[in-house]
């Protein structure tokens, strides 16, 4: 069974500092996605990770993707307000196709 | 873009009541998927389909059936619904294939059973 971890599960962070997200899972994947929720509303997609060391960059969050240590990061540069939201990641198992397996979010607020 | 719908954004239902959730969506997308949201538990799983008439089991299906007559509308069903089914659900689609497909979500419909 495939899992997907997340941690932390809450951060609370002060604008203007740095912080990273980390998604780990437990078996091979061919890709790897971030959403973002925001309070009542339905995700967004943020980014697309597909191959071992692939690097993406938007605003202030930035996520990588190791597939050898199966391990996602979610860097976020100077925080600030509108950022806080619930973050997903999610992977697809190579020889499912199009089931995507989701971590449990990490629910990040910026304090300012 | 993308659009999926959701018919209702809050629902209340009896104990025991037969619940609909419809899903629709405007890209002729092949997939779509039923998931359930709760705190701590991130998205589960409930149905996907791949194909009109074709469904398969997600990681929690029971208590659960789903409807796809026509490409563009999945429905979940409720057949008794149960307190333990209060929750956030979420409907997706998404292609088949392709560099980066992904899976657009809609609004969500809070089910509430009393």
């Known amino acids: 069974e495939l899992k997907v971890e997340q941690n932390p599960l809450f951060l609370s962070m002060q604008e203007g500092k740095n912080y990273t997200i980390y998604c780990n899972y437990s078996?091979?994947?061919?890709?790897l996605y971030w959403y973002r929720q925001d309070p009542g509303k339905s995700l967004e997609s943020l980014f697309v990770?597909?191959?071992?060391?692939a690097v993406k960059q938007e605003g202030r969050l930035m996520a990588s993707l190791d597939t050898k240590a199966r391990l996602s990061t979610l860097h976020i540069t100077a925080a600030v307000h509108d950022l806080s939201a619930t973050y997903f990641c999610?992977?697809?198992?190579?020889?499912?196709?199009?089931?995507?397996?989701f971590g449990t979010g990490t629910s990040l607020t910026v304090i300012p | 873009d993308v659009k999926v719908t959701q018919s209702s954004r809050y629902l209340v239902k009896r104990t025991g009541e037969k619940v609909f959730l419809e899903c629709v969506q405007d890209m002729d997308h092949e997939n779509m998927f039923w998931y359930r949201q709760d705190p701590g538990l991130g998205l589960r799983l409930i149905y996907f389909?791949?194909?009109?008439?074709?469904?398969e089991k997600g990681d929690i299906p029971e208590g659960y059936s789903v409807s796809r007559e026509k490409k563009e509308r999945f429905s979940l069903i409720l057949e008794s619904a149960s307190t333990n089914q209060t929750s956030m659900y979420l409907c997706?689609?998404?292609?088949?294939?392709?560099?980066?497909?992904?899976?657009?979500f809609g609004p969500g419909t809070r089910l509430t059973v009393t």
């Open positions: 997706a689609s998404s292609v088949t294939g392709g560099p980066t497909y992904e899976q657009y």
């Open positions: 999610a992977v697809v198992l190579s020889n499912t196709g199009n089931q995507f397996y």
């Open positions: 389909s791949y194909d009109v008439k074709m469904k």
């Open positions: 078996t091979t994947s061919d890709r």
């Open positions: 990770l597909l191959s071992n060391g």
